[in-house]
């Protein structure tokens, strides 16, 4: 009886292990994850699919070798994507695989809101679907792509207020607002002349 149990919280340690490392899943049914290259084995950290879960009856796991699957991806354009296999081969969670590129950014304090499964409305006709209504003040780790108003968080594509921004934070100030060199959005010549970041707002 030991034997079994100790069998099965093994297998149950391993099936957690690899959720967590393949896609981001703690949210309101909010699955997110990105594609890894079967040539080279490495995570494409600029493409995200937000999916459904197909819970597969256990008569029908043998049809699809025991896989379970994510449908109606969308990526973050708003275009469909793959239905995608629940393995390390073929997926991986962004949110700690991504963690090492420019385009992440650790835990930073932000108001977010309107939180959708891509960042514009695209061909597939699922996209831009409300994932979360709340809206607020969090800490939270985010992810920035060329969307300027919305950062991909484990909420899903959320609108941002801040008056942080620039090449650290990856966030873009309101239009008319200057980035300045420390990282913060004014209309000031501190934030609009010397130093301004005018990739993040207007600059002069």
């Known amino acids: 009886m030991k034997i079994y149990l100790l069998l099965l919280l093994s297998i149950t340690l391993i099936n957690n292990i690899n ?15 990105s594609p890894i290259n079967p040539n080279t084995g490495e995570v ?19 049809l699809f070798n025991d896989s379970e699957r994510l449908f109606n991806c969308v990526n973050s354009k708003g275009e469909s994507g793959p239905n995608l296999v629940i ?12 963690e090492t590129k420019s385009n992440f950014h650790k835990i930073t304090r932000f108001k977010i809101s309107d939180c959708r499964n891509s960042y514009k409305k695209g061909s597939d006709y ?4 409300k994932t979360d209504s709340s809206k607020g003040t969090i800490d939270i780790a985010y992810i920035t792509s060329d969307s300027h ?11 941002y207020d801040t008056d942080l921004c ?15 060199k420390y ?5 000031s ?7 301004c970041q005018g990739n993040f707002g207007k600059c002069g």
């Open 44 to 62: 494409n950290c600029n493409e995200f699919y937000i999916c459904e879960r197909f819970e597969m009856l256990d008569w029908v796991k043998p």
């Open 87 to 98: 393995d390390e081969k073929n997926i991986a969670n962004p949110f700690i695989k991504c």
């Open 126 to 129: 699922n996209s831009f679907k």
């Open 149 to 159: 108003d919305r950062v991909l968080t484990y909420r899903g594509w959320c609108k």
């Open 19 to 33: 959720a967590i490392n393949t896609l981001y899943n703690e949210f309101n049914g909010v699955y997110i994850t």
């Open 189 to 195: 010549k501190d934030y609009c002349e010397k130093g």
């Open 183 to 187: 990282g913060h959005c004014g209309k």
């Open 166 to 180: 620039g090449k650290q934070y990856g966030f873009h100030c309101h239009t008319g607002y200057c980035c300045s």
